[in-house]
């Protein structure tokens, strides 16, 4: 019994060497032929040589002077405030119309009615309501009159700024169908 102990685990190490041998050809296969070629191609390339590096340019130093410059924060000329007071001024203190809530180009004049000579403008607002007005009443935030409603348009006369302080009148037409 005492030869048969040692005899089995003789057996399985030449069994596992076996088994290893036979892994270690598998992996040394032609598969990976192709890859040792290219690699020995990469090698055997002739390596370009890498240029230096450019040497540093010199600079000339320059010293500035601002002692007989001028200061570039002082004007050179006086600007003088045109006032454009043409007595042009919106009234503040009058009571503002429905209409005068929304911007001219948020308005969609639909059409008008007429009774009793007295002709009234039908106008859409930018939140779908519908409003009569006439002429005299004001419309649009620039302090605009309405002048005249024709059958096909009204007319609007706006006080808007001049841009200098003032005010100045700017004619603006809402027409059916815009």
């Not at 000329?77 to 009058?94: C, F, H, Q, T, Y």
Request: with cysteine; glycine share 10%; hydrophobic share 35%.
């Amino acid at each position: 019994m005492h030869k048969l102990k040692y005899k089995y685990p003789r057996i399985r190490i030449i069994v596992f060497a076996l088994f290893l041998a036979v892994g270690l050809t598998a992996c040394g296969g032609e598969e990976n032929v192709d890859l040792q070629t290219y690699v020995s191609e990469v090698k055997a390339r002739q390596k370009s040589p890498i240029p230096p590096l450019p040497k540093p340019q010199t600079f000339e130093v320059f010293t500035y002077n601002d002692g007989g410059l001028r200061d570039p924060f002082v004007p050179t000329v006086e600007i003088l405030a045109v006032e454009s007071d043409n007595g042009l001024k919106p009234d503040m203190d009058r009571e503002r119309d429905v209409l005068e809530q929304y911007a001219v180009g948020s308005l969609k004049m639909m059409g008008i009615l007429e009774k009793n000579g007295r002709r009234w403008a039908l106008v859409r607002a930018s939140d779908g309501t519908l409003h009569r007005t006439t002429a005299g009443r004001h419309l649009g935030k620039n302090n605009g009159e309405i002048v005249r409603i024709t059958e096909s348009q009204l007319e609007l006369k706006e006080i808007v700024p001049d841009g200098l302080g003032g005010w100045m009148e700017r004619m603006t037409t809402l027409a059916v169908g815009e």
